[in-house]
């Protein structure tokens, strides 16, 4: 595949059902080796997305190009450059691992040379040399899951889809899991579903967020940070006159917003929130300004907002906006 071609490329997607729309207009492309994290409520269309991906349902409208070829025209050829691990993945319970491997490694037309020290090469990567010769059905839940992350890698597709690949796992097995997806940036081009949001900060390049069948925010989480947020907040613990701090804290920047926290301690001290327009950083200048006769600083921090607080942000305003278009005569 050349590198000028994207990955995944997704125009105007729509999926209805029944007269429900689940996936209404998506667009998106993806390059070679990027790692994107797809995130959404529950119900927001981000499976069905995947399905249609992987050429596992057909879409309404619209078109779907893996590594330039179309899934709807060409469902056989697409699907020989994705690897997919669905949400909650049926696995053989009466298998053993490395017979599984082989079993769907000869599906997908990995030369039999070669199978056999690539099946070696994924269950040392995913780290199930010690149970390659057990039952799937007898294994953990993490285990399993990595089994789906082995067999998804397998024949080394451009493109690897992953529905909740860390769903159920404990936070060492999702360690494990996150350092397995990091390490195939650059070779693959990777889609993940998850809830677990600060997993995808850490893993992932981009982001995309859907709600309600449509795309509400998509980007790098700064990008994201700056474009749904739009500002940025300091918290401090100050002692002193708080009917004067609007007045000394006008030269910094005259439009913060200065909002107290609870009633000020033993000591005198009281928290407070700062929020501001501006993007350049104002640590210095706050911490200057409080060097005033009359008040002590005791902290002062600034806060980084989450993914969790963007995904919120970004899905809270794509239902407001939904709201309005409804009460619209």
Known sequence: MSDTVPAIEVTDLVKSYAGMTAVNGISFRLARGEILGFLGPNGAGKSTTMRIL???????????????VQVASHPDEAKRHIGYMPENNPLPEDMRVSEYLYFRGRLKEVPRRKLGPRIDEVLELCDLKRVRHKIIGKLSKGFRQRVGIAEAILAEPPVIIMDEPTIGLDPHQILIVRDLIASLRGRMTVIISSHILPEIE????????????????QGTPAELRREVLGHSSYRLELAGDPGRIGELLAPVDPGLKITATGEP??????????????EDELGERLLQTFTAPGYRLRSLNRVHPTLEDVFLAATRRSWDVKADELRKP
Not at 202 to 217: P, S, Y
């Open 202 to 217: 850490m893993t992932c390049d981009r982001v995309l967020i859907i709600n309600q069948g449509r795309i509400v925010a």
């Open 54 to 68: 992987t050429g596992y349902l057909p879409a309404t409208s619209g078109q779907v190009a893996i590594c330039g």
């Open 265 to 278: 301690d033993a000591a005198g001290f009281r928290a407070f929130t700062l929020t501001t327009d501006r």
